[in-house]
DNA sequence: AGGTTGACTTCCC
DNA sequence: CGGGAAGCCAACC
């Protein structure tokens, strides 16, 4: 295997398949678990290099737990579906309980 | 080599 | 308390 764009990316691919099954995270937090907290936009960024990959997607989502990347699926609600398939309540584009489903990697990892 | 974009975040009014 | 604007860094063209 070689390295194949900017390791930022694969970074990113990396943390989020290491989210646990029925958890969601935020950018900010993978960024800041990457030691680039104020590179949040650059995860969302990576993510668009995801597809294809082995990155559950839906299970990111912004600081809020709405879901803001949505539009970026190729259904217009694939992503909560997904959410859902894995007990993830979403509402209106909106994870409930998010607090509860969170799971921040610098503090799990 | 430079400028623009972006699935965000946070401060300010 | 609510909305708006700026900032941030890395990748893409």
Do not use: C
Request: no cysteine.
């Amino acid at each position: 295997m070689k390295p194949e764009t900017s390791g930022f990316f694969e970074k990113v691919y990396d943390v989020v398949r290491q989210i646990p099954y029925g958890r969601v995270t935020s950018y900010g937090a993978i960024a800041k678990y990457l030691g680039a907290a104020k590179s949040a936009r650059i995860v969302g960024y990576a993510m668009n290099g995801s597809h294809g990959k082995n990155v559950p997607a839906h299970r990111v989502v912004n600081r809020k737990g709405l879901l803001t990347g949505k539009h970026h699926f190729e259904g217009t609600n694939l992503m909560q579906q997904l959410l859902e398939n894995e007990g993830i309540e979403v509402i209106e584009n909106q994870i409930q309980n998010f607090e509860a489903l969170y799971w921040d990697p610098v503090k799990e990892l």
